[in-house]
């Protein structure tokens, strides 16, 4: 334990002078007490992180306030902590697996650290909070996220009301979905989109809260999340792919736009019909309702295969050609490529039709007269070497004259075809 536990509120981390009084800045009590299997509030990490209260919890970590004292900042404190195959040790620290579990454990937990060290590289990037830092303790793996003031989209759609119309709705997910494209194009899926994993800060901007393992949707069934899973996320052997958060963004989406929960996959399997946005308010444009249906089609291969496909169906009746995904880079490049080109046909088409017919005719009538000189000479001299007396009669130079005149029918037909070309229009 750390003196900071008299000193800090366990929820906003504001230093407090009287532990027995409600935190006069946001009135948290500090003897609320912890959830099972939680890290008690006060406890401090590695000499340095102090723990707080136990803000989230699903089926494979904890998520806590807390505070780096050596930065002296506020973070988010994630513990692996799969409640289903682990509990808390006496210390009050160390996590205890049972023999039987104990190879499931580790699998789990170096795949839990293999996500957020691919987060870390990333997330800065796909508007996921940034994580600081990894570190492992007490048989555990804990990660510090980037504390964001925040409001979970959930608590947002409560405060206006229970849902928000297209327009607002637009403003918040289109980029989002920005962000998730890119997130996708790093190679990774987010795998846990929902009501709590989506935050909004103080700048109306969404962001996504870290993801989850393969290994949390086979064993989460709670509420927040459940709602949300295409059906692959329930299946060991799935393949995920963008098209998996794809699902989860319509289900948020259709909360966000009906103020109804989505019926969710299992039950939707079971024979339970999910009805469309606009029959649940006749106000929500039908390509809005279709392109949110379309992305929450039970069969993957039926959905939007991507992010930016999803969006192109929203923004389908604005005929808006402003769609978020795409990059200003490529446009760039592409003109960059194409100035070059312009400018070479540009000079070529200085050349005047009448002279380039004439520089090549006269080229190929200089061919053709050397090759009816070495023609002759052939016919002349080769006889004159042999000994033999040749005639001016004799010779046949009417082969020589033949060619000389079908050539040049050949070459205005060749000129003709050049005029007809591109090089030449002006």
Known sequence: MDQLKQHRCHKCMNEIADPTQPCPTCGWLQDTPAPEGALQPGTLLAG???VGRAAYQNAECFVYAAFDREEDARIWLREFFPHQIARRGHSGQDVLV??????AYQDWREDFRQLYTDHKKVGHLCAVTPVLELFDGGNTVYVLEKYIASLSLREHLTHSGGSVGVPAAKRLFLPLFSALSRFHAKGLIHGGICLESLYLDAKQNLWMRSGGTRQLSLHERASDIEDYCPPEQHDPNAFWSPATDVYALGAVLYRALTGTRPTGAAARQAGDRLLAPNELDPDIPA???DAVMWAMELNKADRPQTVDEFSAALLEAEGSNTTVFVPVVPVIEEEEVRKPTVRTVFKLSRISPSVAAFLLGSALIFLLIGFC??????????PLMDGVQTSESEVQPSAGIDENQNMPSFVGVYVETLQQSDVFIK
């Open 98 to 103: 049972s023999p039987e579990n104990r190879i």
């Open 287 to 289: 390509n809005v309702s």
């Open 373 to 382: 000189i070495s023609f002759m000479l052939d016919d002349v001299l080769v």
């Open 48 to 50: 340095r992180y102090y």
